[in-house]
């Protein structure tokens, strides 16, 4: 791709990936235009304003390793990147993910393979989890993998409103509308038309519409294999208390964490209650009494008692080939640039996918992570990018 520092650059979405690209392009020292399309200004629909904001480096690529190492100290550091207000509340509390007895063999390659990029990860077997941990049952549980550093959660919405607000003061224009069509010519788009009328024109378009990423490219004959899928959050109180509790992710599929004075976790529904979500935001509340309490109180018997405090759903934006992203550009609409389907961890890696996103515009191609491999070719030729962590 070649190299701009000026220009036209319009990014459709304007949650967590479209501003991050935004605020990046900036760093990055791109001196042209930089309008964010954004459909509803309250986010309240937004994977990101709807997410569990937890971030990992256990995941079984170097890729996605890389990019939450680059959050991770983005987030501990977040003073000294966007100065002393910004605060997202970074609790580095690790992620305790469990597994069988015939999982041990995978489990420690794979922890062997995330400390060799630069990960922090324990393998504890049993008794160092029953001794690290009390009043959490390890039955049945063969090993756990602990992220001592750079794992944990954070405020979504304050990170959200961190970058939005520093990309504003460098000049980036968010107007407050849906992009609904694209105006293209000689292998490029040229410009995108508004609901409001209005038309942007543009030398780069990058897409970060999340969930709806899939639908708003449909009409340029993009098959964009990105659907919403409904995920529902259970916020609770139980009396149980675990100094330094961590994002637990059990075998049985729950995964639970502290979130203020109480507590928040879920699990995926079962396949055949997993249609595309199209606007349904609707919690799942079946899924309370029918999977996560039963599995919860098995997990942490202590927590049987528990007091629903209350629930919400967001959406998942799920790349159906392989649960990875999509970054880079299009093989054939060249200035196209996709910034999605992370598919439930795009809030962690949304600083890396920012600034890969600002390199391949500004330089050509990405200079610190190379994030060739989420790259569109994957979805072109229908061979996914092995990822074995992926919840
Ligand atoms: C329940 C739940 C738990 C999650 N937990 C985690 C987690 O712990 N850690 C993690 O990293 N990730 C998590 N995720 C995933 C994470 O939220 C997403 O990967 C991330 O927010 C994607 O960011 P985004 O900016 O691409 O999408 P969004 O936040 O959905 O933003 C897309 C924006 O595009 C706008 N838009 C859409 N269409 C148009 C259009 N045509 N014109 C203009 N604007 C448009 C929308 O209004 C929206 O504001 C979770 C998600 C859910 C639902």
Partial sequence: MPAANSGRVVIVGGAIMGSFCAWSLRKAGFAGSITVVEKDATYQYSS???????????????????????????????????????????????????GGPDQIAERVAAAEMQRAHGADILVLDPDALGARFPGISFDGVGIGTFGAQHEGWFDAWSLLSTVRR?????????????????????????????????????????????????????????????????????????????????????????????????????????????????????PQHELMEERFWPLLAKRIPAMEELRLHRAWAGHYEVNTLDHNGVVGAHDELTNLIFATGFSGHGVMHAPAVGRGVAELITGGGFQSIDLSPLGWGRIRASVPMVETIVY
């Fill in 166 to 282: 520093a990309a504003r003061q460098l000049g980036v224009d968010y107007v407050g509308a849906a992009a609904q069509t694209f105006e293209t010519h000689d292998a490029k788009i040229t410009g995108v038309e508004l609901s409001n009328g209005e038309k942007v024109s543009c030398d780069f378009c990058v897409l970060a519409a999340g969930a709806l990423s899939g639908r708003v490219v449909a009409p340029l004959g993009i098959e964009l294999p990105v659907v919403p899928k409904k995920r529902t959050v259970f916020s609770f109180k139980t009396p149980f208390r675990l100094k330094d509790f961590p994002m637990l992710f059990d075998s049985s599929g729950i995964w639970v964490r502290p979130e203020g004075e109480g507590y928040i976790g879920g699990i995926q529904p079962p396949a055949e209650k997993d249609a595309d979500a199209d606007g349904d935001f609707e």
């Fill in 48 to 98: 990101t304003a709807l997410s569990a904001a937890s971030i990992r480096t256990q995941f079984g690529t170097p890729t996605n390793i890389r990019m939450s190492l680059f959050g991770a100290d983005m987030f501990r550091n977040i003073k000294a990147v966007f100065g002393d207000d910004a605060d997202i509340g970074f609790q580095e509390k690790g992620y305790l993910i469990l």
